[in-house]
T-cell receptor, first 111, second 119 residues
Framework: DSGVTQTPKHLITATGQRVTLRCSPR?????VYWYQQSLDQGLQFLIQ???????AKGNILERFSAQQFPDLHSELNLSSLELGDSALYFC??????????FGPGTRLTVL | AQTVTQSQPEMSVQEAETVTLSCTYD???????LFWYKQPPSRQMILVIR??????QNATENRFSVNFQKAAKSFSLKISDSQLGDAAMYFC????????????????FGKGTKLSVKP
């Protein structure tokens, strides 16, 4: 158990819909990272938050957004979903410059 | 931009034997971290081992060790006394040491090596 939790584990939805993925970091970790794992693109960095502020953006679509709340949990919002958004979405947390520990992931299926 | 390359899509090893997974990377930075993560069929990403580039000594964690060749930009993972539970996808990953520009410490992954362990 990494100490990082993600909900839900599975999500099935239709094209055009909007979903929210939730992540709680390890106790004391201020940084939260979101990654997408798909068959064709591999593991790709989406976005990072540090203590409530956005720190870095990777290959994140404009239809996707995220935020980190005062209690340090983070949410990734995916809207206008397309078939190609089906993937495993990971959240990871770390202390400053530390190792990133991953949550169990949310498997999103868009039908 | 940094890149990570894993040239072996699949590897196979006999139980109790030793196997080495290869990873090369490209960077112009002098300080960075390198990691190996394991992803079993459960899909959980599990840290196997970590190496700081400024450390010359190769990292070791029980049956797992690395051969870090900084000049060659090579970072291979050796698994000794392979066990059935080692069967998984293994990802090599790079992380910058300093926060600058757009790099704020995110991981850059290779495409992975699928390791099978034969009983």
């Amino acid at each position: 158990d990494s100490g990082v939790t993600q909900t839900p584990k599975h999500l099935i939805t239709a094209t055009g819909q909007r979903v929210t993925l939730r992540c709680s970091p390890r106790s004391g970790d201020l940084s939260v990272y979101w990654y997408q794992q798909s068959l064709d693109q591999g593991l790709q960095f989406l976005i990072q938050y540090y203590n409530g502020e956005e720190r870095a953006k990777g290959n994140i679509l404009e239809r996707f957004s995220a935020q980190q709340f005062p209690d340090l949990h983070s949410e990734l919002n995916l809207s206008s979903l397309e078939l190609g958004d089906s993937a495993l979405y990971f959240c990871a947390s770390s202390a400053n410059r530390g190792t990133q520990y991953f949550g169990p992931g949310t498997r999103l299926t868009v039908l | 931009a940094q890149t990570v390359t894993q040239s072996q899509p699949e590897m196979s090893v006999q139980e109790a034997e030793t196997v080495t997974l290869s990873c090369t990377y490209d960077t112009s930075e002098s300080d960075y971290y390198l990691f190996w993560y394991k992803q079993p069929p459960s899909r959980q990403m599990i840290l196997v081992i970590r190496q700081e580039a400024y450390k010359q000594q190769n990292a070791t964690e029980n049956r797992f060790s690395v051969n870090f060749q900084k000049a060659a930009k090579s970072f291979s993972l050796k698994i000794s006394d392979s066990q059935l539970g080692d069967a998984a996808m293994y990802f090599c990953a790079y992380r910058s040491y300093m926060n600058y520009g757009g790099s704020q410490g995110n991981l850059i992954f290779g495409k992975g090596t699928k390791l099978s362990v034969k009983p």
